[in-house]
């Protein structure tokens, strides 16, 4: 796959895209990049024009070092949808990349056909935790370098339910529904990972992330798909933007926790593929 690049709001955003149809961005969380979508992207673009992208601050994108807002990271994906000359798209995001969507959707709601949360937040229960979550990312990936295996399963143990990850823990090559492995993941950690800084620039806009009150704004028809067991994007938080968007569905993955798009890839894939195509 060539490397595009294009140039927005005075930075380069570096972007793939995949398939043919009507566009769908994919917007990763924090600390990953563009490559983490490979789980989707081959089920996806057989439908769909999927596009993925690395965040400013993450991948191969630019990493302008000064706090980050969520205007600005909507402001990209709309500097991106411009380029690339689309003037409407369905739009997924994921953890960080759903708080980003939300902005996004809210900020420039007529770009937007239909609209997809995974496992994400409306705004974060105290000033603490963004610093905290930033400070656990620069841990990790400090952690990486010495002992990768180590260090991915370490931090991987939260967000995978415990069968699947003594699966995992067993055998980090074995590949998954035939798509990916631990492997895999720790190879894409290993790829241009986030500087202490761009974890702090992130954690910034993370901060300033509120859309509580304003959810019930959002028209686009949206899914929101939740990990059972997710400790980290509740389940209670996710029935609650489910209830303020009125033309939502809500879909729960049993036994799953904050990896959901991983360890039960093919069921979430077939749950987006028929909410988008119906």
Known sequence: MT???????GIKICYEIHGEGEPLILVHGWGGSKDGWFVQVKALSKYFKVIIFDNRG???SSRPNYPYTMDMYADDINGLLKFLN?????????SL?????????????????????????PGFPNEQGPEMYSKGKIAYFEELKKDPLNAFLKSAKASYSREFFKMMQQNPKKKFFDLWSVEDLVNIDLTNPPTPDDNNNAASAVKGHNVKDRLHEIKSKTLIICGEKDRIATLSVQRNIHEQIANSIFKVIKDARHGVSKEKAPEVNKIIIDFLKE
Do not use: Q
């Open 3 to 9: 490397v595009l690049y294009a140039e927005v709001n």
């Open 86 to 94: 689309i003037e409407k798209t369905h739009l997924l995001g994921e």
């Open 58 to 60: 993450a991948g191969k």
């Open 97 to 121: 990349g759903g708080m980003i969507a939300l902005n996004f959707i809210l900020k420039y709601p007529e770009l937007v056909n239909k609209f997809i949360l995974i496992n994400s937040w």
